[in-house]
């Protein structure tokens, strides 16, 4: 992990089950000196639904680093699981499932994830906070490994296809 810390915009969203861990968490980056953008929802709801949430947030992320502005995105839900497939709906993110500090730092390391989904049921709020800092706080490697695997993923997203990768049509 780097030792210095890269203020930037950080775009979060919940569902119920996430609600007031993503306010700690949200507590904690703005003492980071990071700015937080919310994207909901703002009260509690046992039956909310968190795809528009987090899709906004992933395409907020996507937005702001196209537009060249440092942005990553957090989503929290029970498991993380269902937050982590609605972000993944959006063209250019790459959001990962973090469940350890390991998972949390090889995100950004070899994937160069711009998304993280937290179980907000499944870990203290101090795990949460510490994934999320590691997160945020480690750089892609920029190894040519790494980024050729990124490439073609993107190429998948954009053409369907993976040129000379025996992708099946």
Same mark, same amino acid.
């Given at each position: 992990?780097?030792?210095?810390?890269?203020?930037m915009?950080?775009?979060i969203? @919940?569902d $119920?089950? +996430?609600l007031?861990l993503s306010q700690?968490?949200?507590? $904690?980056?703005?003492?980071q #000196?990071h700015e937080? !953008?919310?994207?909901?929802?703002s %009260?509690y709801d046992?039956?909310?639904?968190?795809?528009?949430?987090?899709?906004?947030a992933a395409?907020a992320?996507?937005n702001? =680093?196209?537009?060249g502005t %440092?942005?990553l995105?957090? !989503?929290? +839900?029970g498991s993380?699981?269902?937050?982590?497939i609605?972000?993944?709906k959006?063209? +250019? !993110?790459?959001?990962?499932?973090v469940?350890?500090?390991? @998972?949390a730092?090889?995100?950004r =390391?070899h994937n160069?994830?711009?998304?993280?989904?937290?179980?907000?049921? =499944? $870990? @203290?709020?101090? %795990?949460?906070?510490?994934f999320?800092?590691?997160?945020?706080? %480690?750089p892609f490697?920029?190894?040519e490994?790494?980024?050729?695997?990124i490439? =073609?993923l993107?190429e998948y997203?954009q @053409?369907?296809?993976i040129a000379?990768k #025996? !992708?099946?049509?």
């Open positions: 992990m780097t030792d210095i810390l890269r203020a915009r950080i775009h969203a @919940t $119920h089950a +996430g007031d700690k968490i949200q507590a $904690h980056l703005r003492e #000196g937080v !953008v919310d994207h909901g929802p %009260e046992a039956l909310d639904d968190y795809p528009a949430f987090c899709i906004n395409r992320v996507v702001d =680093q196209q537009a %440092e942005a995105g957090v !989503v929290f +839900g993380g699981n269902g937050e982590q609605a972000a993944n959006v063209k +250019g !993110v790459r959001a990962a499932l469940w350890n500090d390991s @998972t730092l090889l995100a =390391q160069d994830a711009n998304v993280i989904s937290i179980g907000a049921r =499944q $870990h @203290t709020e101090d %795990e949460a906070i510490r999320i800092d590691l997160f945020v706080a %480690e490697s920029g190894e490994r790494h980024a050729r695997r490439a =073609q993107a997203e @053409t369907g296809d000379g #025996g !992708v099946d049509h």
